[in-house]
């Protein structure tokens, strides 16, 4: 079964406005992985998180990997409607050698 | 080529008939996966290839499902006597080592597959 949850499934927000998707897993992560999948694409890798508390940016995004890695967070500031899309997170499960990827948060911005 | 191919992009085939879809990893990838993604749902581990080793089929359905990979390239996801809920769209995913834990996959177009 699942083992990765992400909230919200959807996000509507006004373009300029932030955006915020969480990741859960129910256990220790070794890495996660952030993807974006527009719509009618595949999934394109965007970061890795590796270390416990670690924070990465990449212009407007912001990644953060927990401190017990089994959390964590991409925050979009003031965004565009270049930003539409749905963002996975992916863990890498110690033990079980394969990635598991959340539901997915479903971003979309009225301009 | 560039990137992962996947053909055909979509398939539609009657409840009970035989599916191959096939999946063209990025070039030197010792790495290859297959998703099943429901709509609305992330990506679903399926099997996982290094080289032409199958690693990893935990997550086929069923044995109606089968994959190869024979000469660590070019694989093939087979569904024998689908059934409806096979519907969903079939990723293939790349990475370029074996080192699973650090690689970034890179996913193709994915193989949209109806079942009426």
């Known amino acids: 079964g699942q083992q990765v949850m992400q909230i919200p499934q959807y996000q509507h927000v006004q373009e300029g406005e932030d955006f915020t998707t969480y990741c859960n897993s129910s256990?220790?992560?070794?890495?996660i992985q952030w993807y974006k999948q527009r719509p009618g694409g595949h999934p394109v890798f965007l970061i890795q998180l590796v270390k416990s508390g670690e924070v990465k940016k990449q212009k407007r995004l912001t990644f953060q990997f927990g401190e017990a890695k089994k959390n964590s967070s991409l925050h979009i500031t003031a965004t565009q409607t270049t930003d539409v899309g749905t963002y996975f997170c992916a863990g890498f499960i110690q033990g079980a050698q394969k990635l598991v990827f959340g539901q997915g948060t479903r971003l979309t911005i009225n301009p | 080529g560039a990137g992962v191919s996947q053909s055909p992009r979509y398939k539609v085939a009657k409840r009970g008939q035989d599916v191959a879809l096939r999946c063209d990893p990025i070039s030197g990838h010792v790495s290859l996966f297959w998703y099943q993604q429901a709509l609305g749902q992330g990506p679903e581990f399926l099997t996982y290839?290094?080289?032409?080793?199958?690693?990893?089929k935990s997550g086929l359905p069923s044995d109606r499902f089968f994959a190869e990979r024979p000469e660590g390239s070019v694989s093939t996801l087979k569904i024998q006597r689908t059934q409806q809920e096979d519907s969903a769209v079939y990723l293939c995913a790349s990475s370029l080592t074996g080192h699973l834990s650090n690689q970034p996959q890179h996913f193709g177009d994915g193989t949209r597959l109806s079942i009426l």
């Open positions: 290839f290094q080289n032409e080793a199958q690693l990893d």
């Open positions: 256990t220790t992560l070794s890495n």
